[in-house]
């Protein structure tokens, strides 16, 4: 079975300092990975993803994710976080089963920036 | 632009009353999903649907109902049924096609019983 951990309810970080928000998944065959960014009140909003080639990928606001085929990771980083950047972040998989399979997200997790 | 629309933001329900929640897209996405978050809480999937005319339960689909008539609309009904209906309500789209895009959210409904 499919399956999603962010093992971190929350993660504070200083202004300025670098983030890493923690994801580890579960699946057989080639995982689809996602990160998305949830602010209060709002829908989700896609970060980046990882779908195939570079283990490093780019995404929006500055924020990058590196992929760990061993230790079946996928980490969320950011070199120098802002105050704006405090909000509940989602990491999600996907596994190819014949047609495009539900994402499965993991419970996500709470990063609070500190002036 | 294309999007996916819920509506309203906010919605009150009185004890034992049905209510209906919208989600309308028009990025013609085939699949459309409904996810209900308590707060500080992750995404529980209520109900999805791949295709019109076709649906499937989530992980809590008891005191819901939905329907899907038209591919640009997939409304969700909380039933009497629901003994704990306050909650914030997304709506998501997405391709079938292929496994690269993940999901496009919508702002979300929050749901109070009063």
């Known amino acids: 079975a499919q399956s999603v951990a962010q093992p971190e309810d929350q993660v504070n970080v200083a202004e300025g300092n670098p983030l890493t928000v923690k994801c580890t998944y579960s699946?057989?065959?080639?995982?689809?990975l996602f990160w998305y960014v949830q602010y209060p009140n709002r829908g989700l909003q896609f970060l980046l993803k990882?779908?195939?080639?570079?283990?490093l990928v780019k995404g929006s606001y500055g924020f990058e994710a590196e992929f760990n085929k061993s230790q079946t990771s996928f980490h969320l980083k950011k070199p120098s976080a802002l105050v704006s950047d405090s909000a509940l972040y989602f990491c999600?998989?996907?596994?190819?089963?014949?047609?495009?399979?539900?994402?499965?997200f993991g419970q996500g997790t709470t990063l609070q920036v500190k002036p | 632009d294309g999007g996916i629309t819920q509506s309203p933001k906010y919605l009150f329900r009185k004890e034992g009353q049905n209510v209906t929640l919208s989600c309308e897209q028009n990025?013609?996405?085939?699949?459309m999903y409904w996810y209900r978050q308590d707060p500080g809480q992750g995404l529980r999937l209520i109900y999805y649907?791949?295709?019109?005319?076709?649906?499937q339960k989530g992980d809590i689909a008891e005191g819901y109902s939905v329907s899907r008539e038209k591919k640009e609309s997939f409304p969700l009904t909380v039933t009497s049924a629901q003994k704990n209906p306050t909650a914030f309500y997304l709506c998501?789209?997405?391709?079938?096609?292929?496994?690269?895009?993940?999901?496009?959210f919508g702002s979300g409904t929050r749901l109070t019983v009063v």
């Open positions: 998501a789209s997405s391709r079938v096609d292929t496994p690269n895009y993940g999901y496009t």
């Open positions: 699946v057989s065959g080639n995982p689809y």
């Open positions: 990882y779908i195939t080639g570079d283990n």
């Open positions: 999600a998989v996907r596994r190819l089963s014949g047609n495009t399979g539900k994402l499965i």
């Open positions: 990025l013609n996405h085939d699949a």
């Open positions: 649907s791949q295709i019109v005319n076709d649906f």
